[in-house]
Every structure is written in C-alpha cells, then in structure tokens.
C-alpha cells in the first residue's frame, strides 16, 4: 500500500507523536526507541536484554506485544488531528517464530484512517547479524478520543 495516499490532519504529526511516545514512560523502562516518523507509518526498535526474555532465552511475548502495539497505536496518531488522542481497542498477534535476536523492530502501517477507528497492520522482526526474520504479525484497531473531553494528553 502506498502510504502517501494518507495526508495528516496535523502538520506537525511527528513532533506531536514523539512528544507522546517520550511522555510514555513504559516505552525508556522497556528501552524502546522510535526510530522512524512517516504520516501512516512508525517504526519502534529495541535491544535484546535478559531481563526481558522468557524461561527459553527469546524475547517474551509480552514484550513483542507491546512493542507492536506501540507501533500500531503511534501511527494511527500520525493521522490524527492534534486535539485527538489514540487508544487501542483491539490487537490480534501471531507469533510466528521465536524471538531470538540482537535487536528487533516493530513497523507498523495504517491500512484505514477513519474518523473513529483506524486499522492498523505490522511485524515485529528480529536481527541477528544484518539477517531479519519476522517473528509477530499484528493486526489492530485504534480509536480516536477527544483529548480534552476524555482527560487525555497527547
């Protein structure tokens, strides 16, 4: 899909969403960095550490998970005008193989920007040595709010 069909509501969407994605404090925590900005898309990338691996050595699910669902919900904001907020609705995941890696990333795109809910698609991939394997597909619903009506900031 070619995401210069999408033309965001605010111009300066990726200020606004950097803003959003520092004041997340889950995000330093989890040592996420938001490495790409693009009207429609975000890219988030993060570090293997032990402290976030399951019982095996692989990056937990729930790390994998957030990571997705960050990407999915910053592009979503992407789009929106600047008195919106964005919460998810629903995400389904797919794990597709384990998540073994020096880094990862998690790259998500706007499918459909609605007034309400956009729908949002992404992987998140593992690198080992330059080498990419898709480990998670994610598909998620976002909703709009009105920031100042639901006590929400941006």
């Known amino acids: 899909m070619n995401q210069n069909l999408f033309k965001p509501r605010d111009p300066n969407f990726e200020s606004r969403v950097r ?13 996420f960095e938001l490495a790409r900005v693009e009207a429609g898309q975000v890219e988030i990338q ?24 960050n990407a999915c ?6 789009l929106m005008s600047s008195d919106k907020a964005v919460l998810s609705v629903e995400f389904k995941i797919n794990f ?3 998540a073994r890696g020096d880094r990862f990333r998690a790259v998500a795109r706007v499918v ?9 698609n992404g992987e998140v ?18 909703i709009s709010l009105d920031s100042k009506r639901a006590g929400i900031q941006n």
């Not at 919900?73 to 992407?78: D, E, K, R, V, Y």
């Not at 459909?112 to 949002?120: D, P, R, V, Y």
């Not at 991939?125 to 976002?142: C, D």
């Open 19 to 31: 803003e959003s994605f520092v004041a997340q404090s889950a995000m330093a925590t989890l040592g």
């Open 125 to 142: 991939l593992a690198i080992n040595e330059e080498k990419e394997t898709p480990v998670a597909l994610v598909q998620a619903t976002l």
């Open 73 to 78: 919900g910053f592009s979503a904001l992407t």
């Open 112 to 120: 459909k920007s609605g007034a309400t809910l956009t729908i949002c």
């Open 96 to 98: 597709m193989a384990p």
């Open 46 to 69: 993060f570090s293997h550490r032990d402290d976030l691996t399951q019982q095996h050595g692989f990056m937990h699910g729930g790390i994998i998970a957030t990571a997705a669902d």
